[in-house]
C-alpha cells in the first residue's frame, strides 16, 4: 500500500500543472466583439455555449478565430506572479490539491468522494466538482478560493487554453480592431 501511494505521488508530481513562473508570464489572446480595457469575470456571457468547457475568462496560446469578436488581446497570464496552478483537464490532479479541495469540501459538509475517485482526470474532477457544488460557476469560484487559478487543455502540440477563474492575473498588452 505505502509503495503504491508512492508511486501515485510521484505521477502526481510529475503531472503536475504548477508552473513555476518568471515575471514575464505566459503570452495569451482573448477574442471579444467589445472593447475594454481590463477583464472583469462579472462580465461573463449567461450563454452556456460560450462556457461550455467551464466557467472562466478564455484565452489561448494560438490567435483565436474572429467569430469570437472583432477586438483581439493580446494578454500577459500571472505576470509578476511566482507561480500559478492550472488544473490539466487531461491529467491527473496533484494529490496536494485534491486533499486540500476535499478538506474544503468536507468543511461545507459537502461529498467529497467522488472528487478524490476522478483525481486521475482534470476534467473529471473539475465537472464533479461542479455537479457537487451545483455548477461550474460555483465551481470555479470555490476553486479559485482554494488555490486553483484556472484550467489548461493541451488542444495541440505546444499550443494550449486557459480558462482563468480570476481576472486579477491578466494583464492587456495589446487590444486590435481586427474584424
Not at 509503495?3 to 508530481?13: D, G, H, P, S
Not at 488544473?87 to 461545507?108: H, Q, R
Request: aromatic share 14%.
Amino acid at each position: 500500500m505505502k509503495l503504491r501511494k508512492f508511486i501515485t505521488t510521484t505521477i502526481c508530481e510529475y503531472l503536475n500543472e504548477k508552473l513555476n513562473m518568471d515575471s514575464d508570464g505566459i503570452i495569451a489572446y482573448h477574442r471579444s466583439p467589445k472593447k475594454f480595457y481590463k477583464f472583469d469575470i462579472s462580465n461573463i456571457s449567461v450563454d452556456s455555449n460560450r462556457q461550455r468547457y467551464g466557467y472562466g475568462l478564455y484565452f489561448s496560446d494560438s490567435i483565436p478565430h474572429n467569430q469570437y469578436g472583432e477586438y483581439l488581446y493580446k494578454v500577459i497570464l500571472f505576470k509578476d506572479k511566482k507561480e500559478c496552478f492550472l488544473i490539466d483537464t487531461k491529467n491527473s490532479v496533484d494529490a496536494v490539491i485534491v486533499n486540500k479541495i476535499v478538506e474544503a469540501l468536507n468543511s461545507y459538509n459537502k461529498k467529497s468522494d467522488e472528487v478524490v475517485e476522478f483525481a486521475y482526470n482534470g476534467w473529471l474532477f473539475y465537472k464533479t466538482v461542479s455537479r457537487v457544488l451545483g455548477g461550474d460557476k460555483y465551481a470555479s469560484t470555490f476553486l479559485s478560493n482554494n488555490g486553483v487559478d484556472g484550467l489548461k487543455s493541451n488542444i495541440a502540440k505546444n499550443l494550449n487554453d486557459y480558462i482563468l477563474f480570476n481576472d486579477a492575473d491578466i494583464t492587456i498588452e495589446d487590444i486590435r480592431y481586427n474584424p
